[in-house]
């Protein structure tokens, strides 16, 4: 591993190849030799909320990912733009890539490339049917040191956000994890279907579907009930999932009149009966939703978060990158903010401007001091919030957020002739505030604190695109003018502006407040609703009263 890599942030134990546990100060020990490791992570069912830290840490650091079908675009987002990527993965059965090919790759990229930390992706569980053991192995005979991430398999997590528990206390006291996919040209099956139909209680296949006809008939033919509920979790966890519940008479027709089909979970037991009642994951607000947020980076967890924890899937596609200006440019308002009565009022505009302002001031030999003899208005209650962090408690935070609203409140407050304020905010931004403080003989001087640009990210426009035309976006969340800009900028680039308009046709556009609103109108589109507060919050309370509950299908 490179000296420059850090895996001080794993925070779980692991398996090394010599099959002994290693504490965080041995993987972080790790980074400081030039050596060549292979970590086998697991990345979950689906939901990248299931990704564990250990798991997040490796792909931050990793130089080469190679990752499989199972494997979400959500998750792999958390590995470096420039690391470099090998897709190898085997949708159904057509194999792109086969196993012995796989494990070549792994090998090579870790000969060819000494030093480098290389992250094999595998969907849930690498040790669980997951051929990680494969994996593992090859690099063991190659001579190459290689670490097992473990991750939430499919076989537990898919059926819990099904609202099926694999153990129930005077239900099922066992679960057995079996592959509905045994490898192909071997001359009799390795399972004892007599001891999986008479003993365990609740039974978990993996690739299954293929099967189900021959699943259900060696069940039965070796005692287990016809009448025995089954349910199949197709795509478990993910926004996609559809839950199918049966019985083993009846599966088989139900999936072929139904036209269900893989990847799914296969669930057998009387623990499916709790379904009905246990059903949660369909039953959010925003289950079955997938929203595109087009906050910067640094600012959309805060959306993603709330989005996800009711039931949604959020898609980071950040249209907006902040760039902080030089500090030099800062210095002479410091200047005068240092004088006695240089500024009556700073007016902060944005949370990125207040930590833009105090990157600044701080670079420049100043701290919270400078702002003691001015008072201070924060637009919205984030930006006061960060004010707070760093020991400012805001005079002003208008109840309205837009900047009419904002000037009339300082006006109220005293701002008019011979008041000076100064006005902290990003390059581009409307003149309304400023112009409005100066027609009352208020003396207004703007200082830019950060430009906003457009990041550059073709791969995530065109997975963005791929998205729309599949009909798999329901709404995109704008947050300012900015965003509503920049995103169509990224869409017209890739697509052109009439193919652009065809692809939101479908798609609900959800906008903080009026001034961005009128901004989607100006790109000749209409917004599908307007949040009551212009806020975050606001803004998801209104994409949950407009969008509603797809829901999962349960067949």
């Known amino acids: 591993m490179s000296e420059n890599v850090s895996m001080k942030s794993v925070s779980s134990s692991s398996l090394d190849s010599t099959g002994h546990t290693q504490s965080d100060s041995d993987l972080s020990s790790m980074a400081l030799h030039s050596e060549t490791v292979v970590d086998l992570v697991g990345a979950g069912p689906g939901d990248p909320g299931l990704l564990t830290v250990a798991a997040c840490s490796c792909l931050k650091h990793a130089d080469i990912i190679i990752y499989d079908y199972l494997a979400s675009e959500a998750v792999l987002r958390f590995g470096r733009k420039d690391a470099e990527r090998h897709f190898v993965g085997k949708k159904g059965f057509s194999h792109h890539v086969t196993q012995d090919q796989i494990n070549d790759l792994l090998v090579d990229c870790a000969k060819q490339h000494p030093g480098s930390h290389i992250v094999r992706l595998k969907g849930g569980d690498p040790f669980v049917f997951g051929r990680g053991g494969e994996e593992a192995l090859a690099l063991h005979q190659a001579g190459i040191r290689f670490r097992i991430i473990p991750g939430v398999t499919a076989g537990i997590a898919a059926p819990a956000y099904a609202g099926i528990p694999v153990t129930h206390r005077g239900i099922s006291s066992s679960v057995t994890l079996v592959t509905g996919h045994e490898m192909a040209g071997k001359p009799e099956t390795a399972i004892n279907w007599h001891a999986l139909a008479q003993s365990s209680d609740t039974l978990c296949f993996y690739m299954g579907i293929r099967d189900l006809p021959r699943i259900v008939d060696r069940l039965c033919a070796f005692g287990r009930d016809p009448k025995t509920p089954i349910a199949l979790v197709r795509w478990g966890t993910t926004p996609q999932q559809e839950v199918l519940v049966a019985t083993l008479e009846t599966v088989v027709e139900r999936v072929h009149t139904t036209g269900f089909s893989a990847p799914a979970i296969i669930v057998v037991g009387d623990v499916v009966s709790l379904h009905k009642?246990?059903?949660?994951?369909?039953?959010?607000?925003?289950?079955?939703?997938?929203?595109?947020?087009?906050?910067?980076?640094?600012?959309?967890?805060?959306?993603?978060?709330?989005?996800?924890?009711?039931?949604?899937?959020?898609?980071?596609?950040?249209?907006?990158?902040?760039?902080?200006?030089?500090?030099?440019?800062?210095?002479?308002?410091?200047?005068?903010?240092?004088?006695?009565?240089?500024?009556?009022?700073?007016?902060?505009?944005?949370?990125?401007?207040?930590?833009?302002?105090?990157?600044?001031?701080?670079?420049?030999?100043?701290?919270?001091?400078?702002?003691?003899?001015?008072?201070?208005?924060?637009?919205?209650?984030?930006?006061?919030?960060?004010?707070?962090?760093?020991?400012?408690?805001?005079?002003?935070?208008?109840?309205?957020?837009?900047?009419?609203?904002?000037?009339?409140?300082?006006?109220?407050?005293?701002?008019?002739?011979?008041?000076?304020?100064?006005?902290?905010?990003?390059?581009?931004?409307?003149?309304?505030?400023?112009?409005?403080?100066?027609?009352?003989?208020?003396?207004?001087?703007?200082?830019?604190?950060?430009?906003?640009?457009?990041?550059?990210?073709?791969?995530?426009?065109?997975?963005?695109?791929?998205?729309?035309?599949?009909?798999?976006?329901?709404?995109?969340?704008?947050?300012?003018?900015?965003?509503?800009?920049?995103?169509?900028?990224?869409?017209?680039?890739?697509?052109?502006?009439?193919?652009?308009?065809?692809?939101?046709?479908?798609?609900?556009?959800?906008?903080?407040?009026?001034?961005?609103?009128?901004?989607?109108?100006?790109a000749g589109l209409c917004e599908t609703a307007q949040a009551e507060h212009y806020t975050i919050t606001g803004l998801v309370a209104a994409l949950e009263a407009t969008v509603g509950t797809k829901g999962q299908r349960s067949l």
Not at 386 to 400: F, K, N, Q, S, Y
Not at 410 to 428: C, F, K, P, W
């Open 277 to 522: 009642q246990l059903s949660w994951y369909q039953r959010q607000p925003l289950a079955g939703t997938t929203v595109v947020v087009t906050r910067a980076r640094a600012q959309a967890s805060e959306v993603s978060y709330l989005i996800r924890s009711h039931g949604g899937q959020a898609i980071e596609y950040p249209t907006i990158s902040i760039a902080p200006r030089a500090a030099q440019e800062l210095e002479p308002t410091c200047v005068r903010l240092a004088q006695p009565n240089g500024y009556d009022w700073v007016v902060f505009t944005s949370a990125n401007g207040v930590r833009c302002f105090f990157d600044q001031i701080k670079e420049l030999g100043y701290d919270a001091r400078l702002l003691g003899s001015v008072r201070v208005a924060a637009i919205g209650p984030a930006t006061a919030q960060e004010l707070v962090l760093h020991g400012i408690h805001a005079d002003l935070v208008p109840p309205r957020f837009i900047a009419e609203s904002v000037a009339v409140e300082l006006i109220n407050a005293g701002v008019g002739q011979d008041t000076h304020v100064l006005l902290a905010r990003a390059s581009e931004a409307r003149a309304t505030l400023p112009d409005t403080l100066a027609s009352v003989g208020a003396t207004v001087d703007i200082v830019p604190l950060y430009d906003t640009v457009i990041p550059e990210d073709e791969q995530a426009t065109s997975e963005l695109v791929k998205q729309l035309k599949a009909h798999s976006i329901d709404a995109v969340l704008f947050s300012s003018s900015s965003t509503v800009r920049n995103f169509l900028t990224r869409l017209d680039r890739a697509v052109g502006s009439s193919e652009r308009c065809a692809l939101l046709r479908s798609v609900a556009l959800m906008s903080i407040g009026p001034v961005t609103s009128q901004t989607i109108h100006e």
